[in-house]
């Protein structure tokens, strides 16, 4: 079974970028529908990115276009993601997933995920 190690989370001013990193371990992120989704602590989780290997194209949630960038370090067997122009309702706890299934360009679900890096938005 794979883990993950989310890092590079903290609190940042509204208005400001960050850039989140994914560490996998035990399976090749190549060769694995990976992704990104945020839960806030009494709402739902909120899907952001999947990157499908069945036509290495990443799909981002609907909520999140324009803002949120995801790529992929095969050599190093990560992932990222860049998030700019952050804004307060960007604060959740945001998480490193994989086997996420989308279907009809809508992002369904994720299979297993890493304890989640924290990140905060307040001025």
């Known amino acids: 079974q794979g883990q993950f190690v989310e890092s590079g989370g903290g609190l940042v001013q509204p208005g400001g970028s960050l850039r989140l990193s994914c560490e996998a371990s035990?399976?090749?992120?190549?060769?694995?529908?990976i992704g990104w989704f945020r839960q806030v602590p009494g709402k739902g989780r909120q899907a952001i990115s999947c990157?499908?290997?069945?036509?290495?194209?990443?799909y981002y949630g609907d909520s999140v276009k324009g803002r949120f960038t995801m790529g992929r370090d095969n050599a190093k067997n990560t992932v990222h993601l860049q998030i700019d122009s952050l804004r307060p309702d960007d604060t959740a706890v945001y998480h490193c997933?994989?086997?996420?299934?989308?279907?009809?360009?809508?992002?369904?679900?994720?299979?297993?995920w890493g304890q989640g890096t924290q990140v905060t938005v307040s001025s």
């Open positions: 997933a994989t086997d996420c299934s989308v279907v009809g360009g809508r992002i369904l679900g994720f299979g297993s």
């Open positions: 035990g399976f090749r992120v190549p060769y694995h529908n």
């Open positions: 990157l499908s290997t069945l036509d290495d194209h990443i």
